[in-house]
């Protein structure tokens, strides 16, 4: 418990971080004290940059609270291939979030392996705070330099403690576990919903479909290979 409650002040002192960006890397400023999110007034007259708001009067104190990230998840449930599993704490799961500009995530990976595969965010910038085992990490620039390196947690032996590294807005990155033990990062964005577009759903599992002459164009290789990798996702 007193580790998790590091890991989580960790957290929040990257959103504080975060936070002193100039306006224009994050979700637009809140004109109001609280915007809490209404689920369920999504037609209403009032729109944000986000959810419409709650009623004050029915505002209540759980409507800022979720303990979603104190449980890890099953890395190997449902036939997962990639042995991770993010839990997040954004404005879909958490209403007080709404107009705020951060959210945040948990991810459990198992060793030797477990990925989050290349994804990008491009509402926010990302950084990642590893609390247990070890992640190889890395982001790709627009100029094609792969930027990457190891990043201890406190059970990853690497002899510097708890280990920190951002992700910029936008750019495609992803996390593996290369320990022998899980490993556990939590993240934190400076937006309330960062978005998260996936390289491989995005290519194969896009509905209608990015045309297959196209990818394999893209890929170098033949339409064959393409349709048989385009069968191992679900179309969206």
Known sequence: MAKLCAVLLAACAALLALGAVPSLAGDPNMLQDVCVADYISLHGPLRVNGYPCKRAENVTADDFFYGGLASAADVYGGGN?????????DVERLPGLNTLGISMSRIDYAPWGGTNPPHSHPCATEILFVADGTLQVGFVTTSGRHITRGVPGGGGGGGGGEGVFVFPRGMMHYE????????VAIS?????LPGTQRLGEAMFGAGPGVPTDVLARALQTDGGVVESIRAKFQPK
């Open 176 to 183: 593996r576990s290369v320990g022998e033990a899980p490993a």
């Open 188 to 192: 934190a964005f400076d937006s309330q």
């Open 81 to 89: 291939p990639m042995g991770s599993v993010l839990t997040a704490a």
